[in-house]
T-cell receptor, first 115, second 114 residues
């Protein structure tokens, strides 16, 4: 069974600084997708960034980038130039590469941004 | 373009009752997935529907069921409610069920069982 582990229940960062959220996963599949979702107090899950396992290049989306280490099964999220609006719960998620929309989520990391 | 709409937003039910939650996906999306979010268990996959057919089901008892209509709207039903069913129920819609298609989430239905 696939599992996703986020070892940091809480993280804190100063506004404008950089923070890295950790995620590891366990799978025997070779084809899969990894995601980082953000859940603000409004509760709506918002996709932050997506990585295809077959791509070696790390995904980036503006201030958000990932460090994808396939052999180590590690998928960390780096947030640069942190903003107050980045404060939220962040979930790492895994999905198999077949026709399957069953996503496995980590326990989440609560990010606080200090002004 | 309207997002994923879940109704109702909040619900209070008594133990033993049943409840139906509704999810309207983004227009054109044919895949709808349901998740349960609790502080103790986190986010857990309930089931997924595509073109009115249940494609996948998570590890939940038979009291949890769902269906999808021809317009892709989906409902989930929980019968004989238990206190432990109190949770945020999230619905997500996708254009297809393939590859890395992005799942768009609704704001959820907060169910409280008393």
């Amino acid at each position: 069974a696939q599992t996703v582990t986020q070892s940091q229940p809480e993280m804190s960062v100063q506004e404008a600084e950089t923070v890295t959220l950790s995620c590891t996963y366990d799978t025997s599949e070779s084809d899969y997708y990894l995601f980082w979702y953000k859940q603000p107090p409004s509760r709506q899950m918002i996709l932050v960034i997506r990585q295809e396992a077959y791509k070696q290049q790390n995904a980036t989306e503006n201030r958000f980038s990932v460090n994808f280490q396939k052999a180590a099964k590690s998928f960390s999220l780096k947030i640069s130039d942190s903003q107050l609006g980045d404060a939220a719960m962040y979930f790492c998620a895994y999905r198999r590469g077949d026709n399957n929309n069953d996503m496995r989520f980590g326990a989440g990391t609560r990010l606080t941004v200090k002004p | 373009k309207a997002g994923v709409t879940q109704t109702p937003r909040y619900l209070i039910k008594t133990r033993g009752q049943q409840v139906t939650l509704s999810c309207s996906p983004i227009s054109g999306h044919r895949s709808v997935s349901w998740y349960q979010q609790t502080p103790g268990q986190g986010l857990q996959f309930l089931f997924e529907y595509f073109s009115e057919t249940q494609r996948n089901k998570g590890n939940f008892p038979g009291r949890f069921s769902g269906r999808q209509f021809s317009n892709s709207r989906s409902e989930m039903n929980v019968s004989t409610l238990e206190l432990g069913d109190s949770a945020l129920y999230l619905c997500a819609s996708s254009l297809f069920v393939s590859e890395g298609t992005e799942a768009f989430f609704g704001q959820g239905t907060r169910l409280t069982v008393v």
